[in-house]
């Protein structure tokens, strides 16, 4: 008669499964919750410590693990050695396992859970069960996950249980129990946060570091106010990427992962007041990032209007002063020098995507002028703030900057006009400096008659569209300078 031991923590279809191998002349054994479950539901089943003859220890701690239980799960059945040793120990042969594991993850997830908790909660007997029985797929069927009861249920009854299937099981093991351990690494090395809750209250988030450097989010140091949510993060880091790409003082505003302003100055004050006045309305509950040291002035500034999170390499004991009077705000202190990282990663269904950061910088002398009108020496200042600006704006995007700080931002559009005409509408004021940064090319004119009609005298583009002679004719007709990088910065 056939042996199955069953030791489920999600006890989801448990029972009708277990009512299916009876039927099918399995000789079930179980231990203590899964147990008293099937017993519950008139399943015939045995204790465990009836195949090991020695009763579970340690408030069960120590139940399964037992030559009598691993000898019947190991026992390669080609070689008539280990059928002798289990003859002469009076060890029986154990044909299907049934385990899922303790509910780390979901323990660890609670907000208020303890170090002792989550020690309780790590499973020895399941794992080295399943992988004892895993690694003799050949012989042994293993069932981690509930989903497949129907599937091993038909392939036991019509007799198909083949080498592929079982070999498909055993992955599914493997992939379980490696994911089981990696959350207890993260967990007990600091490296995972339970977040209140991720982009809506309705979302369960966590925070997973792969890194503790100091110039990243993860890495950075938080002198005052509440945890950081998912979003604060996410936008906290858009905000980081962004300043990291000035040596010269400079401050960038983030909201909804967009830069809503972005100022360069000759003080970091200075930076900040032209990111103010980028879009003072934008700005208001944002992040804000500075790659120089928080005097005395600029928290003046900052403490001046609402923020959520404020980001700099260094902090004066005046600025903490006054910034740690305003009891929310979080305060992060981030290095700023470069950026190990030169991949990003984001997960969709059954996997995730995997590209090298837009890390590449173009000089003037890398761009070309394309039209009779040359930019002034402001506007190629501007050009040089707008290029690096687009590249984090969600595209279709386009950016108004002059020489100091941006003008008005289009993001996120089905049509680059769309975008545009956001962008001048919310310009505070276009002259001769304001230039417009497109992060990818114009596909007809209709975007550069936009530009002229609203005043604007200078267009940086990447180019490469088939009707790029189209818009460098409209760019001529209304006396624009128009530049094109070869280079598009498109940002999904």
Sequence with gaps: MKKALLSVSDKTGIVEFAK????????????????????????????????????????????TLHPHIHGGILADRDVPEHLEALNE??????????????????????????????????????????????????HVLTVVDPADYAAVIDKIKH???DYQFRKSLMLKVFD???????????????KVTTLRYGENPQQAARFVKTSAAPNTIAGARQLHGKALSYNNIKDADAALQL??????????????????????????????????????QSIFGGIVSLNKEVDKETAEQLKAIFLEVVIAPSYSSEALELLTQKKNIRLLEVQMHGDEETEEFVSVSGGYLVQDKDQKVL????????????????????????????????????????????VGIGAGQMNRVGSAKIAIERAAAIDDHVIMASDGFFPMSDTVETAALAGITCIVQPGGSIKDQESIDMADKHGIAMVMTGMRHFKH
């Design 89 to 138: 120990l009076g060890i029986e042969l154990i044909d299907l396992v049934v385990v899922n594991l303790y509910p780390f993850e979901q323990t660890v997830a609670r907000p208020d859970v303890t170090e002792e908790e989550a020690i309780e909660n790590i499973d020895i007997g399941g794992p080295t069960m399943l992988r004892a029985s895993a690694k003799n797929f050949k």
């Design 243 to 280: 300043v990291k790409q000035f040596s010269v003082p400079a401050a960038v505003a983030v909201k909804h992962m967009n830069p809503c302003g972005v100022g360069t100055g000759e003080t970091i004050a200075e930076a900040f007041q032209h990111a103010y006045e980028a879009d003072d």
């Design 363 to 406: 000089s003037p002398d890398e761009m070309t002028v394309v039209t009779k009108a040359q930019p002034t020496a402001e506007q190629w200042q501007a050009i040089e703030l707008g290029w690096t600006v687009v590249k984090s704006v969600k595209s279709n995007a386009i950016v108004l900057a002059n020489d100091k700080h941006t």
């Design 159 to 161: 007799d198909q249980a």
């Design 20 to 63: 299916e191998l009876s039927a099918l002349d399995y000789e079930l054994y179980s231990t203590g919750g899964t147990k008293k479950t099937l017993e519950a539901h008139d399943v015939a089943v045995k204790s465990v410590s009836e195949l090991t003859q020695f009763p579970e220890i340690m408030d069960g701690r120590v139940k």
């Design 176 to 190: 379980h129990t490696n994911h089981y351990d990696a959350a207890i690494v993260n967990f007990f090395s600091n």
